[in-house]
């Protein structure tokens, strides 16, 4: 049974700090991994994708992930109150079409 | 606008009523999915569906049923609705490859009294 865990917080930072958000699977054939956003009320929206061991950057988010750790983690710079919202981590795996999400992190950010 | 919609928006109806709820993308997209989404704001798929293969989670009541007339479209019928079926229920697209990620709709509430 694959499994997508993350700290379901809230997490709170003050403004223009780095927010850090975590996520560990349990599959180790896991591929690709995805953060969402979701603001309350609404869909998730795809803010980051991430495939190879490392770090990628789109502007103020970065995407860290470790296959040998088996997690993955997400850093928002400058941390805007717009950035509140829960951040669900999602998990494909080699053999199938289908994401299994995490539980996701309420993230407040604070003026 | 190029998107995934969905049809109702909310959706209220007593106990043992049966419903359904549309979705219909317009990205070209190769798989439809639909994932509810319960109080504590977990997603958990339900069902995906590509023109060859309809995958089905096990945990999915049989009184949830996907249909889907073409490519673009992907409606859940729910019969004999329970009070443990309010949720929020979102259908998803994606092309037919694991490298990218869904493209979700705005999502139906569905409350059961």
């Known amino acids: 049974q694959k499994e997508v865990e993350q700290n379901s917080g809230p997490l709170s930072v003050p403004e223009g700090a780095i927010a850090s958000l975590n996520c560990t699977y349990s599959?180790?054939?896991?591929?690709?991994f995805f953060w969402y956003r979701q603001y309350s009320g609404k869909s998730p929206e795809l803010i980051m994708s991430?495939?190879?061991?490392g770090d990628k950057e789109d502007g103020r988010f970065t995407a860290q992930l470790n296959k040998a750790s088996q997690y993955v983690s997400l850093l928002i710079r400058d941390s805007q109150p717009s950035d509140s919202a829960t951040y669900l981590c999602?998990?494909?795996?080699?053999?199938?079409?289908?994401?299994?999400f995490g539980p996701g992190t309420r993230l407040s950010v604070l003026p | 606008d190029t998107a995934v919609s969905q049809t109702p928006k909310y959706l209220v109806t007593q106990m043992g009523n049966d419903k359904s709820i549309k979705c219909e993308q317009n990205?070209?997209?190769?798989?439809m999915y639909w994932y509810k989404q319960d109080s504590k704001k977990f997603l958990k798929i339900m069902f995906s569906?590509?023109?060859?293969?309809?995958?089905i989670n096990e945990t999915v009541p049989n009184r949830f049923s996907p249909k889907s007339p073409d490519k673009a479209h992907l409606n859940l019928h729910i019969n004999s609705l329970e009070l443990g079926d309010s949720a929020v229920y979102f259908c998803?697209?994606?092309?037919?490859?694991?490298?990218?990620?869904?493209?979700f709709g705005s999502g139906t509430r569905l409350t059961v009294v």
């Open positions: 569906y590509n023109n060859k293969e309809l995958i």
């Open positions: 990205l070209g997209h190769d798989t």
């Open positions: 599959d180790r054939v896991s591929q690709s």
């Open positions: 998803a697209s994606s092309q037919n490859n694991r490298m990218v990620g869904y493209t």
């Open positions: 991430i495939y190879s061991n």
């Open positions: 999602a998990v494909n795996d080699n053999y199938g079409q289908n994401f299994v």
